[in-house]
């Protein structure tokens, strides 16, 4: 599975974005998905994650009430609405895959996915 990370640009505190990862090929199935970043200077963190399903998600403290994670299965993409964004929100952000059959599985370590897209920046001004 290849994936394509796309949607982040600059924006003011306080601003909206919406990431959007689109797979190579249909991920709806079998495959959970998450969002990791990577701020300068920092290591790379979960964001959040969704199952299979849609069913089941999951997100790191620090973006909760801010960040939705959606998916649309039919045109095999994932998206990250981010709501009242904050300069540290700034980041390379991250979409990831991981193939599994167990239902509402997810997870916020990095090394249970196995596929990666290429990252997209999104810088936050203050």
């Known amino acids: 599975v290849q994936l394509q990370a796309s949607g982040g640009g600059l924006v003011q505190a306080g601003g909206s974005l919406r990431l959007s990862c689109a797979a190579s090929?249909?991920?709806?199935?079998?495959?959970?998905m998450g969002w990791f970043r990577q701020a300068p200077g920092k290591e790379r963190e979960f964001v959040a994650a969704?199952?299979?399903?849609?069913?089941?998600?999951r997100y790191a403290d620090s973006v909760k009430g801010r960040f939705t994670i959606s998916r649309d299965n039919a045109k095999n993409t994932f998206h990250l609405q981010m709501t009242n964004l904050k300069p540290e929100d700034t980041a390379i952000y991250y979409c990831?895959?991981?193939?599994?059959?167990?239902?509402?599985?997810?997870?916020?370590?990095?090394?249970?996915?196995?596929?990666w897209g290429q990252g997209t920046l999104v810088t936050v001004s203050s």
């Open positions: 090929e249909r991920t709806s199935s079998t495959y959970a």
């Open positions: 969704i199952s299979w399903s849609g069913r089941t998600t």
């Open positions: 990831a895959a991981k193939e599994t059959t167990v239902a509402g599985t997810t997870s916020p370590a990095a090394g249970w996915y196995d596929y």
